[in-house]
């Protein structure tokens, strides 16, 4: 069903300005004109580079967790690893990075488990997440200015249950367990029923 | 396992202000200290109103879906309804009016599904995730001021066949999905199995 005979249309942007710059993004004023109505408006944009998210699972089957104070919510988060893919480096390469730098965790492949959009209203910007098997910590951290990360791992079925009962709330998280969720159910199903 | 013995610290903040005001949400410049080092530093803040993101599921079992152009990602975006929660206004209360308002869908009940931090590194407000059975559409649109909007009603195992594929990208309504795929699984086993 649809609610219109024509659907909804495609704005035309006109331009866009920076109002604002800080470390991790910018904020823009984009002026778009609605094609039929021909009105100009301006939206805000919130303009940053893409992001990934690391599902890190160990060879025993637990998922590395980091645990670091976070301004926005004024307040301790559990969340995956994750950072800011740098320029022209792949998701996968970003991800393996971020992983190594923030837990000290390495291994040795990393799949693409999707692709999300964190606010398609007024985030520009792309969050990738990445699956790592057979991680291990192995690796000098290597924090960014003002990261200061307590690393834990912790069984996968024990981290779902984290986030159905919102000890872990970050968004990116929870939407990076249920693309992790349909290939972990095929890895349990392959596995000896003791090792999970 | 744990990166260091005393664990991460909690940052004091020492004020926070304005720097940018948009019509969804505020830009802010907030000083924290660290306890040990002493030293000072300015996080950006997106500070906003709680949101509401809201999965209907039709008697016939389907969810309520809603089409628009989203000026972060300059494209359309197929997501679930959602919007701000008003002020003094419950979650579940906003969940049936935002369903009403932008999709003439209407439920009887609503029960709330989580709540997550849309980011909680630099985002201060919080997402609660609502459900809503027996959506039926049997009201007027009132439609925000530049929201045009496509509904469709859609197969539960398809919506989640769209999020896991990138048809349906937005972090937001990936995270419902997840929320909702353990009770959905719960009402398919007590439906009969045509219904389904």
Redesign the interface.
Known sequence: ????AH?????E?LSEAK??S????D?TG?I?RHPRRKSE?E????RSRDWVNIVALTPDNKIVLV???????????L?IPGGIIDEHESPLHAGLRELREE??FVGATAQLL???????????NR?HFVLVENAT?SAD?AWDE?E??????VPVEDVLAM??S?VI????V??A???F??PWRKMKSQKAPQSV
């Open positions: 069903m649809s609610s219109s659907g909804p249309d495609r704005w942007k109002v604002a800080t470390r991790i993004f904020l984009a778009y408006r939206f805000s944009l919130i645990n670091q104070f976070r301004f926005g919510l004024d307040d301790f988060s969340e837990t000290g999707g692709t999300v959009s964190p606010n398609p209203a007024f985030q520009t969050c910590a951290l003002d200061e990360i307590e690393v834990r791992t986030a159905r919102g709330t970050h968004s990116l929870v939407a367990l249920f693309f969720e349909e």
